[in-house]
C-alpha cells in the first residue's frame, strides 16, 4: 500500500535550518509528484512547492521561493525539504503529499512538527 | 486565488445533515477538492473535481459547484466525521481555505 513517512520532530533556533524527509513506499517514486504542505497552529494550510523526481522538474511558492529547497533521492525512494534561515513563524507541522493527475492530494505522510524557538 | 470558507464553526448533531461553503476569488473551474482533517492527522482526501468521491469515501459525503462557489455535503453525520473540512483549488498554483470546523452540539 502507498505510505509517505516522514523524519521526527525537530527544534531549531531563529536562524537555523532544517531538512525534513519523507520517504515513499507502495508506488513507483518517480511517476508521481511529491508536494510539500505545512500547517502553522490555527492555522490553514499552506503549500510549498514540489517536485517531481522523474523528470527533475521543482516549483516553489512565492513565499519559499529562496528560502526553501526542495530536493530527491530516487534510489532511496525519498523527498527532502529544506528550509533555512527560521524564524519563529514558520513554526508548524511540514507534510508532503502526494499528488494525482489531477492536481489532489491522494496520500499524505504523517507530518513533521517543526518548532522554531530561542 | 483566494478560498474563502463559511461558516468558520458548525455545530451539528449526530444524524442530521449539513452543508458547507467554499468560495474562490475567482474562477477555478472544476479543480476544487475537499479534504477531512481529524485532531492530530494528516488531511484525507474527501472530493475532488468538485464532485467526485475519492476511493473509499462513503456515499453520505457529496460535492458540487463550478467556477467560484462550492458545497460540500454531509448526510446523516456519523461521529467520526466530526472534524476540520478544508476546500483547496488547484486551478492555479494551490491553495487551501481557512476551514470549517464540525463539532457536536
Redesign the interface.
Known sequence: QVQLVQSGAEVKKPGASVKVSCKASGYSFISYSLHWVRQAPGQRLEWMGWINAGIGTRKYSQRFQGRGTISSDTSANTAYMELNSLRPEDTAVYYCARVTSAGNFDYWGQGTLVTVSS | IVMTQSPATLSVSPGERVTLSCRASQSVSS?L?W?QQRPGQ????LI??ASTR??GIPARFSGSGSGTEFTLTISGLQSEDFAVY?C?Q?NN???????TRLEIK
Do not use: E, S
Open positions: 479543480n477538492a479534504y494528516a488531511p484525507r482526501l475532488y473535481d475519492a476511493t478544508y483547496q488547484y498554483w494551490i491553495t487551501f481555505g481557512q476551514g
